[in-house]
Nanobody, 120 residues
């Protein structure tokens, strides 16, 4: 089992910055990839950024050059630095961890979500 707790959301003006944090606990050794998804009202949940256990990163095209994902393995925490925020970034942001539960099988764990609102 993996538990994820997000923090750092809030209200910011367009052009501003926020940093989200996701603290993982439990069977953190089983996490293969950890990252952030977001869901805006009336839209499907989408991948924002992810980082693998080896440090490889993956970003949605819409956030490349503006958002940076990083992880602190000693603290079992992943961060999402969001710069140059736009109103279109407004959404609930969810931390996600893909953890191995059996050879070749992964399970997705989710945090409770944190609201990010960008005003114009």
């Amino acid at each position: 089992q993996v538990q994820l707790v997000e923090s750092g959301g809030g209200l910011v003006q367009a052009g501003g910055s926020l940093r989200l944090s996701c603290a993982a606990s439990g069977s953190t050794f089983s996490i293969n990839t950890i990252g952030w998804y977001r869901q805006a009202p009336g839209k499907q949940r989408e991948l924002v950024a992810a980082i693998s256990s080896g440090g490889s990163t993956n970003y949605a095209d819409s956030v490349k050059g503006r958002f940076t994902i990083s992880r602190d393995n000693a603290k079992n925490t992943v961060y999402l630095q969001m710069n140059s925020l736009k109103p279109g970034d407004t959404a609930v942001y969810y931390c996600n961890a893909a953890a191995g539960v059996a050879p070749g099988i992964e399970y997705d764990y989710w945090g409770q979500g944190t609201q990010v609102t960008v005003s114009s």
